[in-house]
């Protein structure tokens, strides 16, 4: 026993130490690990193709913040544990939600979202008159790119924001993770209710008027960019064609816009989060992707889960705050005490107390 002990005592130790000497050397550690990791994201993206599913993008994110908490591993490892792991497991079940449609065979709604977009823009609806107007393949014109670009943000934004903000303010991380698994659980289950098709896939069907063509797709074989197989996911088994309302594209651009409103005055942040939404709807649109009112509809989630959790926060904390002011009060006095449980003849002075304005 005493030489497992000492084995233990000198294990503990050396990890000591070398936690000791990492920490001293932060800046110069640090500098490697990042040179290591861009270039190992570097190979990936050049062998397997851009870090598009969410498996990967975990596994990135979660060595980068291993790098960037050199000299604490003690927090990165609780975050991992406690902080990462659930995430990761509830967007993980999130995606098999999403896919669970096609397994049930019910049936797609074609019909409401484009009698939705008729209704409020007239014929033809949004995504066939822009697409008549501004795509014309094989050639792709500068806006297409940038199309492509936003689009391909839907993918890792959330997820780089929440370790951001894991890093350097947990509490608002702990509210970015709520706002994403609330509305993502609002719309996995909408999937599965109500699947809807996208404007391409009701074009496919012979529902739509005019010509909507999935322009994504033919921007990664014009821009020859590979996507890499997901680890763990197996890709298509979780791909829903059918998970067109509520739009968690534009869902997600509006939380962070709310979210960054509320959280910070920098003007820059409140413009450029300002900007994504309505570019993410138009992207969206104009791809093929989703119709208007999709957009819209994801808007309405995004609006009423921030409301919803920021209730729920509120409502917590006064909870609380009243459970902590009461505790005091219904503890035990001892028996014989004076005022307040203190002993006979020594009661307290009084205490001047100051409103705090609300």
Same mark, same amino acid.
């Given at each position: 026993?005493?030489? =497992?002990?000492?084995?233990?005592?000198?294990?503990?130790?050396?990890?000591?130490?070398?936690?000791?000497?990492?920490?001293?050397?932060?800046?110069?550690?640090?500098?490697?690990?990042?040179?290591? !990791?861009?270039?190992?994201?570097?190979?990936?993206?050049?062998?397997?193709?851009?870090?598009?599913?969410?498996? !990967?993008?975990?596994?990135?994110?979660?060595?980068?913040?291993?790098?960037?908490?050199?000299?604490?591993?003690?927090?990165?490892?609780?975050?991992?544990?406690?902080?990462? /792991?659930?995430?990761?497991?509830?967007?993980?079940?999130?995606? !098999?939600?999403?896919?669970?449609? $096609?397994?049930?065979?019910? &049936?797609?709604?074609?019909?409401?979202?484009?009698?939705?977009?008729?209704?409020?823009?007239?014929?033809?609806?949004?995504? +066939?008159?822009?697409?008549?107007?501004?795509?014309?393949?094989?050639?792709?014109?500068?806006? $297409?790119?940038?199309?492509?670009?936003?689009?391909? #943000?839907?993918?890792?934004?959330?997820?780089?924001?929440?370790?951001?903000?894991? &890093?350097?303010?947990?509490?608002?991380? &702990?509210?970015? =993770?709520?706002? +994403?698994? #609330? +509305?993502?659980?609002?719309?996995?289950?909408?999937? +599965?209710?109500?699947?809807?098709?996208?404007?391409?896939?009701?074009?496919?069907?012979?529902?739509?008027?005019?010509?909507?063509?999935?322009?994504?797709?033919?921007?990664?074989?014009?821009?020859?960019?590979?996507?890499?197989? /997901?680890?763990?996911?197996?890709?298509?088994?979780?791909?829903?064609?059918?998970? /067109?309302?509520?739009?968690?594209?534009? /869902?997600?651009?509006?939380?962070?816009?709310?979210?960054?409103?509320?959280?910070? &005055?920098?003007?820059?942040?409140?413009?450029?989060?300002?900007?994504?939404?309505?570019?993410?709807?138009?992207?969206?649109?104009? #791809?093929?992707?989703?119709?208007?009112?999709?957009?819209?509809?994801?808007?309405?989630?995004?609006?009423?889960?921030?409301?919803?959790?920021?209730?729920?926060?509120?409502? !917590? #904390?006064?909870?609380?705050?009243?459970?902590?002011?009461?505790?005091?009060?219904?503890?035990?006095?001892?028996?014989?005490?004076?005022?307040?449980?203190?002993?006979?003849?020594?009661?307290?002075?009084?205490?001047?107390?100051?409103?705090?304005?609300?």
């Amino acid at each position: 026993m005493s030489q =497992r002990f000492d084995g233990g005592q000198s294990s503990s130790a050396a990890r000591s130490r070398v936690g000791a000497w990492m920490a001293e050397h932060r800046t110069p550690v640090r500098i490697v690990l990042s040179v290591i !990791w861009i270039a190992a994201l570097y190979r990936f993206i050049d062998t397997k193709g851009i870090v598009q599913a969410r498996d !990967w993008v975990f596994v990135f994110l979660i060595t980068g913040l291993l790098i960037v908490s050199v000299g604490d591993f003690d927090r990165w490892k609780r975050g991992v544990l406690f902080d990462w /792991a659930p995430f990761a497991a509830i967007l993980f079940a999130y995606d !098999w939600l999403r896919g669970l449609t $096609d397994t049930l065979n019910w &049936k797609v709604h074609y019909l409401f979202a484009i009698k939705a977009d008729k209704a409020l823009f007239g014929s033809p609806i949004p995504s +066939v008159d822009l697409q008549h107007k501004y795509y014309h393949p094989p050639s792709a014109a500068w806006y $297409d790119y940038a199309a492509f670009g936003i689009y391909l #943000t839907h993918f890792f934004m959330t997820l780089l924001i929440a370790a951001i903000l894991w &890093k350097v303010a947990y509490p608002r991380f &702990k509210r970015w =993770r709520n706002l +994403v698994l #609330t +509305v993502s659980a609002a719309g996995g289950l909408t999937y +599965v209710l109500f699947p809807a098709a996208p404007p391409w896939l009701a074009f496919q069907k012979g529902y739509l008027d005019g010509s909507v063509v999935k322009v994504i797709s033919q921007l990664y074989q014009h821009t020859h960019v590979n996507v890499a197989r /997901a680890a763990f996911e197996h890709n298509q088994d979780f791909v829903n064609p059918t998970a /067109a309302i509520p739009s968690l594209h534009a /869902a997600f651009p509006m939380l962070l816009m709310l979210f960054t409103w509320t959280a910070t &005055k920098n003007r820059l942040l409140r413009v450029l989060t300002a900007l994504y939404v309505p570019l993410m709807g138009l992207t969206l649109v104009y #791809t093929g992707e989703h119709y208007a009112i999709d957009i819209f509809i994801g808007w309405a989630y995004a609006i009423a889960t921030f409301a919803a959790v920021v209730w729920a926060e509120r409502w !917590w #904390t006064r909870r609380k705050a009243r459970r902590g002011a009461a505790e005091p009060a219904t503890a035990p006095v001892p028996a014989g005490a004076g005022a307040n449980g203190q002993p006979p003849g020594r009661e307290p002075a009084p205490v001047t107390t100051y409103g705090t304005g609300e």
